[in-house]
């Protein structure tokens, strides 16, 4: 457990996902906790201290021993001193000090230097080196794409990669590279007159291991899918409406598994797209297919029949075990069965999303993965690095699987980066997310011309992705101007509630929500 102390709490955010990148999943503590549960001292084995001055910023980490039972913990007189701020009579095990050249309170200023060196505090402490360095958010390739429209060059983008953040030089050039690939496509999109959809459909057939999405097994919730249907057209006919002056560009249906609701309802739903919505615009339509055992051929005919252009079938493994571990109830003969049905169907933009870290497979077992999926040829690939979410099960039941989680995922993917080269795939989009194994990034590939827009839109913020249904988020970009108020482009987001019964019964709520936050409204 770690105890943060700081006399300023500017930088709360930054000192927490710094620490969770080189600890992850241990307990961040503040010293009020102590008032309730003082208790909690005796399990404290990282003390965390920051003093934040006027032109200067001292970190400090002290670190308790291994106790006769094995346990760590920090002796209390530590713990008191730092939190009176007096000198404890134990010494750090490391410490740095940041010097400002104006206000440490600037955040604009003080935040890169300020995550960097505690990166290198840690990273020398701890013998560990991160791949993204201090680099703690979710779209790294966004520093590039503003330097590319900057008019700096390859070399300049990945040295301030290297230097200012800490990255190696391999994670500063796929970033340079992605959003080269990036840059294309959003040079492409009239930003302000353009928009994207997103829907959301939250039945699964199982929940798998390491999922915490909000989803609803379809063999429990059958019959509510007619009823979630007429509040998601709802919803969709005050979106069509008060986004009539821009331009749909891309659909995206996600889940949950979309193809878990029968093929008379997919036909369903897209008709009520067709309805709502003018699509004479529209560049790109997505749905998921999902699980191979809920893809049948009359669902990816009706898909087809209603001008979807890109399916993604997710195998995520194409070991057998693998897939009874995480709770897919699916085959990797039914992922080539699914394949087979969607080239029949005449689907020529298949995505197909895989995992690498999952408990048990290790690289030999990822490259087994990628032998198979090189005789299926999708156009695309996602590959996604485990993260070990807090509301997941592989979470809540860690001690059942923690000896399985290997410890090459480097390898794995670099395994996956061979494998798409040798297919033909390039990267075109890359985002990273919180508890991820090995500090690392989530990838998409894809032959060229064929890159997902939704994807890269919903990454670079650029345009506004309207969410309808259960669980899903809208971004709203809103520029300077636009409600005479905002000086810089800022990100509105407008929640639907998770729950499918809660939707359901305040769908009239849910519009509410977004007449509300619609600025022009």
């Not at 965390?48 to 006769?68: C, H, N, P, V, W």
């Not at 294309?184 to 928009?195: C, R, T």
């Not at 209603?306 to 039914?334: C, F, K, W, Y």
């Not at 809208?474 to 729950?499: A, F, M, Q, Y």
Request: glycine content about 6%.
């Amino acid at each position: 457990m770690i105890l943060l102390i700081q006399n300023i709490e500017d930088y709360n955010n930054d000192f927490r996902v710094s620490l969770q990148a080189f600890y992850g999943g241990e307990r961040i503590i503040v010293p009020e906790i102590f008032e309730k549960k003082p208790e909690l001292k005796r399990e404290v084995d990282k003390v965390f201290a920051a003093d934040i001055r006027e032109q200067s910023i001292e970190i400090k980490m002290y670190a308790g021993t291994l106790e006769d039972d094995g346990k760590a913990e920090l002796a209390e007189a530590v713990i008191d001193a730092v939190i009176s701020g007096e000198k404890p009579d134990e010494a750090p095990v490391c410490s740095s000090r940041v010097d400002i050249d104006g206000d440490s309170r600037d955040k604009a200023v003080v935040r890169n230097p300020l995550k960097l060196a505690i990166y290198e505090m840690l990273s020398a402490y701890t013998g560990r080196t991160l791949p993204w360095g201090s680099l703690t958010g979710i779209r790294p390739t966004k520093i590039a794409v503003a330097q590319i429209e900057d008019g700096e060059d390859r070399e300049s983008v990945i040295s301030n990669y290297i230097n200012v953040y800490g990255t190696s030089r391999a994670k500063a050039e796929l970033a340079f590279d992605v959003a080269g690939r990036e840059k294309m496509i959003i040079d492409s999109v009239a930003e302000e007159d353009e928009y994207c959809l997103y829907i959301g459909i939250p039945f699964c057939p199982t929940r798998c291991l390491y999922c915490s999405f909000t989803s609803y097994p379809i063999a429990v919730y059958k019959d509510k899918v007619e009823a979630y249907l007429d509040a998601l057209e709802k919803e969709m006919e005050y979106v069509a409406e008060a986004y009539s002056r821009k331009k749909l560009i891309s659909i995206y249906i996600g889940g949950g598994t979309p193809s878990s609701i029968s093929a008379e309802n997919m036909d369903r739903l897209c008709g009520m797209i067709e309805r709502a919505f003018d699509l004479s615009y529209v560049r790109e339509f997505t749905i998921e297919a999902g699980r191979p055992d809920s893809t049948t051929y009359d669902k990816l005919a009706v898909m087809k029949k209603h001008g979807v252009t890109r399916i993604s079938i997710n195998p995520q493994t194409m070991n057998e075990q693998t897939l009874r571990t995480i709770g897919r109830a699916h085959t990797p003969d039914q992922t080539r069965e699914a394949m087979e049905m969607a080239r029949r169907a005449g689907f020529d933009n298949i995505n197909m999303d895989l995992i690498v870290g999952l408990p048990g497979e290790d690289t030999d077992a990822v490259e087994n993965t990628l032998r198979q999926i090189r005789e299926l040829a999708p156009e695309s690939l996602t590959v996604h690095t485990l993260a070990v979410k807090r509301a997941a099960t592989l979470n809540i039941e860690m001690d059942r699987y923690k000896d399985l989680l290997k410890n090459d995922i480097e390898s794995q993917l670099d395994a996956v980066t061979r494998a798409a080269d040798d297919m033909g795939l390039s990267p075109y989009y890359l985002y990273r997310q919180k508890n991820m194994t090995g500090n690392l990034e989530n990838v998409g590939y894809s032959k060229e011309g064929l890159e997902c827009l939704y994807n890269i839109l919903i990454m670079e913020e650029r345009t506004d992705i309207v969410g309808l249904g259960a669980g899903s988020s809208s971004k709203l970009v809103v520029r300077p101007g636009h409600d005479g108020v905002t000086e810089g482009t800022r990100i509105d987001r407008i929640e639907n509630c998770k729950s499918v019964d809660d939707y359901i019964s305040r769908i009239d709520e849910m519009i509410a929500r977004k007449k509300a936050g619609f600025i022009w409204d």
